[in-house]
């Protein structure tokens, strides 16, 4: 399966290692990984995906991880063969009024943990298709 993750920028260290390990822990079922992001900053240790800006994502195929609202708009107006998962996590800060708004672009949406499912549910008035604590077996929610 092919799998990316679009992250705001390259210098979320703490999420890239949640993604590193996501990705090591489940690479037998992952073909592709990539990680697209909007700004650059040095990666103190390896990751074992590819690293490209957004500008790139046009040639992307398979299922999109995005964890901003805002980055879930900009995703859907690239034009190509990706699923887009919004991946909830207050500490993202997103508007709620934003994620109203623009939501329904998501193909699943998941949580970032239990509280984070009924956080969610609170602001929304819907339920997460899926409960992952902090990217763990991310990959296989879409074998499910």
Do not use: T
């Not at 708009?73 to 690239?78: D, G, P, T």
């Amino acid at each position: 399966m092919n799998i990316g993750f679009y992250i705001n920028s390259l210098n979320e260290h703490d999420k890239l290692k949640e993604i590193q390990h996501e990705l090591e822990k489940n690479k037998e079922y992952i073909s592709n990984a990539n990680i697209f992001y909007n700004a650059i900053a040095p990666i103190p240790f390896n990751v074992s995906a590819g690293i490209f800006h957004v500008s790139d994502m046009w040639s992307f195929e398979g299922i999109l991880i995005v964890d901003r609202i805002q980055n879930l708009v900009k995703a859907r107006n690239i034009v190509n063969k990706f699923k887009c998962w919004y991946y909830y996590d207050k500490a993202n800060q997103d508007n709620f009024i934003d994620i109203l708004n623009h939501i329904h672009l998501a193909n699943k949406v998941l949580a970032n943990g239990e509280q984070m499912a009924k956080e969610y549910k609170r602001l929304i008035n819907k339920e997460v298709d899926c409960i992952v604590d902090k990217y763990h077996d991310i990959s296989r929610v879409s074998l499910a």
